[in-house]
C-alpha cells in the first residue's frame, strides 16, 4: 500500500529548505506519494507560542554554524539571508494560488532558492516581482492574485489544519499520520517508509 507523506513548509525556514530538496527523493526511493503543504509560520509561531531559533542568541549563532553542515550532508547550495526572518506572509499566499498547477513546484523552487541561495528580501514587493516574472508570470497579475480572499483563507486553513494536528514550526512531515519535524528527523521519516535513509544518501 502506498504510503502518504505531507510536508508543510514555508519559505522562510531554512531547514525547510533542506527537506525540500531531500523529501522528494526519499519518497521517490520508497515508492510513496509526496504532498505539499503551503502554510505561514508566523501564523503557527503565533498559536504555539513558539520563538524563531535565531531570536536567541545562542542559539542563533549556534546554528548558523549547523546549517553550514547540514547544506553539506544534504548536498546543496545555502548561503546567508541578511534579511532573515523574511516576511513570508505574499510567497506563501502565492504558492497556495498555485497549488494544482504545473507552475507550483517550479514556483516554490524559486522562491526557496531566491531565499537560500540568491538571499533575497522576499517580503519586499520588487523582489517578488522580479522572480515571478522569471518564470513567466505576470507580477501585476500575481500581485492582485494574493490579495483575494479566498487566497487568504486557503493559507490561513492550511495553518490552522497545521496547527491542530500538532504543527509547532517548519518542516513539519506527517508519514499518514505520524508526525515528525525538522530536517534532521528525516531519517525517520525514510524509516517509517520502510527503507533507510542511506538508500537515499549513502555518506548520511
Known amino acids: ?20 530538496h531531500a523529501l522528494p527523493k526519499i519518497c521517490a ?22 520563538t524563531p531559533p535565531a ?12 546549517l553550514v553542515h547540514w547544506a553539506r550532508k544534504w548536498g546543496v ?10 516576511n513570508s506572509l505574499y510567497i506563501m499566499r502565492g504558492a497556495c494560488a498555485l497549488e494544482g498547477e ?12 531566491a531565499v537560500w541561495r540568491e538571499a533575497k528580501n522576499m ?3 520588487a523582489e517578488i516581482a522580479g522572480v515571478v516574472s522569471t518564470l513567466g508570470l505576470n507580477a501585476e497579475d500575481f500581485a492582485a492574485t494574493i490579495q483575494k480572499p479566498e487566497i487568504k483563507q486557503a ?16 518542516p513539519s512531515v506527517f508519514v499518514e499520520d505520524e508526525l515528525f519535524f525538522g530536517q534532521d528527523r528525516l ?18
Not at 102 to 113: E, G, K
Not at 190 to 202: F, K, M, Q, S
Open 187 to 204: 531519517f525517520l521519516v525514510a524509516e517509517a517508509l520502510g527503507i533507510h535513509i542511506r538508500d537515499v544518501y549513502p555518506d548520511y
Open 123 to 125: 517580503g519586499e514587493a
Open 29 to 50: 526511493k520508497a515508492g510513496a506519494e509526496l504532498k505539499y503543504r503551503p502554510m505561514f509560520l508566523g501564523g503557527v509561531m503565533n498559536a504555539t507560542g513558539n
Open 155 to 170: 493559507l490561513k486553513a492550511t495553518t490552522d489544519e497545521a496547527v491542530e494536528r500538532g504543527v509547532f514550526g517548519a
Open 102 to 113: 504545473d507552475i507550483f513546484l517550479p514556483y516554490c523552487d524559486a522562491m526557496f532558492s
Open 55 to 66: 531570536l536567541v542568541a545562542a542559539k542563533g549563532a549556534w546554528m548558523s554554524g549547523d
Open 1 to 20: 500500500m502506498t504510503k502518504t507523506v505531507e510536508f508543510f513548509f514555508d519559505f522562510v525556514s531554512p531547514t525547510a529548505y533542506f527537506a525540500w
Open 77 to 86: 547550495e545555502m548561503n546567508p539571508n541578511p534579511h532573515f526572518p523574511v
